[in-house]
């Protein structure tokens, strides 16, 4: 089946640095990936949705400076949380929609840290 | 904007019992409506994903139901195990939208 993968799987970091999260398909072409993030006990709430060679489309809410993507292939989009702070803490999740299938296949998440 | 609802928001149940998940949704225009399955810690596993135009969906123990007029899903797991403990979401597509809506989930836990 569709494999989605996201790396790094958890990260630390120190107030005021930039954490980047790459989201991959792995054998299949995905044109469309969407970034959601999921407070402790609460379900996920769309973030972003990123197209391959285009501006990434933002949720209401959402600071597209303080949370950059790129899309610039048809397998990987990333997310930069720039100056994370502890509000920032959370769980991050990729999906990646198959563009054959129209199907969404999402990634095992990355849990960010930041102190 | 849809709003999906699932309920209750914990369950807790001993092993072999069936159980019973709901979820409802605001905007009955919808193009499918899926479930989830989160562990602690985990991204999501699909376990069931029904069209608007069926009425339900099976695989193995789950058996999951939609009822678009009246903007109802429910999933049914028979026989529960402690293995089957974990947090549902379901998610609903809208027509012409790529976008997916989750409820809030159903954190489960089948006791030994």
């Known amino acids: 089946g569709a494999v989605v993968s996201q790396h790094p799987s958890w990260v630390i970091c120190k107030s005021g640095t930039s954490v980047k999260i790459e989201c991959r398909s792995l054998d299949f072409q995905a044109t469309t990936m969407f970034w959601y993030r999921q407070f402790p006990k609460q379900s996920l709430m769309l973030m972003a949705t990123?197209?391959?060679?285009?501006?990434?489309?933002?949720e209401q809410g959402v600071e597209k400076d303080k949370f950059l993507i790129n899309h610039a292939s048809l397998t990987l989009s990333t997310l930069t949380v720039t100056s994370a702070h502890p509000e920032d803490s959370s769980f991050y999740i990729c999906?990646?929609?198959?563009?054959?299938?129209?199907?969404?296949?999402f990634g095992p998440g990355t849990r960010l840290t930041v102190l | 904007k849809q709003e999906v609802t699932q309920i209750p928001a914990a369950l807790s149940v001993p092993e072999g019992e069936n159980l019973v998940l709901n979820c409802s949704f605001t905007?009955?225009?919808?193009?499918?409506l899926q479930w989830f399955r989160q562990d602690p810690g985990k991204g999501l596993t699909s376990l069931l994903l029904?069209?608007?135009?069926?009425r339900e969906q099976t695989s193995g123990r789950l058996n999951a139901s939609l009822d678009k007029s009246s903007g109802r899903s429910t999933l049914y797991i028979a026989a529960s195990q402690p293995g089957d403990s974990a947090t549902y979401l379901c998610?609903?597509?809208?027509?012409?939208?790529?976008?997916?809506?989750f409820g809030a989930g159903t954190t489960v836990t089948v006791r030994a």
């Open positions: 029904i069209q608007s135009s069926q």
């Open positions: 905007d009955s225009a919808i193009y499918n």
């Open positions: 998610a609903v597509k809208g027509v012409g939208d790529y976008k997916l809506s």
């Open positions: 990123s197209n391959e060679g285009s501006k990434a489309t933002y």
């Open positions: 999906s990646a929609r198959a563009t054959a299938t129209d199907t969404q296949y």
